[in-house]
């Protein structure tokens, strides 16, 4: 693993309730991402941080905010799950964004009933 | 938004076989990335190529990044039983955002 820790790595909960994941790195990357992946398609990114308070949308944020105070976590927190929010959710770190390839972490199972 | 295709979906080869797979995209990409999957894991990195043309390999695994710069291939030769897991490709747009295929399944027959 390239010293890449999610937690919680599952959870359950319900609708409407805020639900925070964390990603925690001990390489001293500069990038983090957050994904999700749901059977049939690839990943998906949700946010990225390209530094300490810098982050920005990908592709899937709606119902997703996250932030970056230290350098080594990224938060993703889902405001008021819901059940469309079901899925594994994967935390990436990068050393740069350019010809630097991401590496994950093991992922977190959540479950919204 | 931007699409790859990932094919095939799923594949069952017997032990000792050689193993193809491929992406297409309608878009350029600066960076073709392949990564396995297995259960309860990450994807972890198997093979980045960086240039149009470039054949790189990684033990048994060979993948090249095509010319065009719109699709790539990897290649496993000589199966064994711990090459089961999915696989993905994954191709960085000029935003230097990755853009994920759906998976490759690889299954082994007993």
């Known amino acids: 693993d390239a010293g890449i820790t999610q937690s919680p790595r599952h959870k359950v909960t319900e609708t409407g309730t805020p639900v925070t994941l964390r990603c925690h790195q001990t390489?001293?990357?500069?990038?983090m991402y957050w994904y999700r992946q749901d059977p049939g398609h690839g990943l998906r990114l949700i946010h990225y941080?390209?530094?300490?308070?810098?982050?920005d949308k990908g592709e899937v944020s709606d119902g997703y905010s996250v932030s970056r105070s230290k350098t080594e976590d990224f938060l993703l927190t889902l405001e008021s799950a819901t059940s469309s929010q079901t899925s594994v959710y994967f935390c990436?770190?990068?050393?740069?964004?350019?010809?630097?390839?991401?590496?994950f972490g093991d992922g977190t199972r959540l479950s919204i009933l | 938004g931007q699409q790859l295709n990932q094919s095939p979906q799923s594949m069952f080869i017997q032990e000792g076989e050689d193993v193809s797979m491929n992406c297409t995209s309608s878009?350029?990409?600066?960076?073709w990335l392949w990564y396995k999957q297995e259960p309860g894991e990450g994807p972890v990195l198997l093979i980045a190529?960086?240039?149009a043309g470039e054949l790189t390999s990684n033990g048994r695994l060979t993948a090249q990044f095509g010319i065009t710069r719109k699709d790539s291939f990897l290649n496993i030769s000589a199966s064994i039983p711990s090459d089961v897991g999915i696989y993905f490709c994954?191709?960085?747009?000029?935003?230097?955002?990755?853009?994920w295929g759906a998976g490759t399944k690889l299954i082994i027959k007993p």
């Open positions: 941080s390209y530094g300490v308070k810098d982050t």
């Open positions: 390489e001293n990357h500069r990038y």
């Open positions: 878009s350029i990409f600066n960076t």
């Open positions: 990436a770190i990068s050393a740069g964004s350019g010809n630097q390839p991401q590496h």
């Open positions: 190529l960086y240039k």
């Open positions: 994954a191709g960085q747009d000029s935003n230097y955002q990755l853009i």
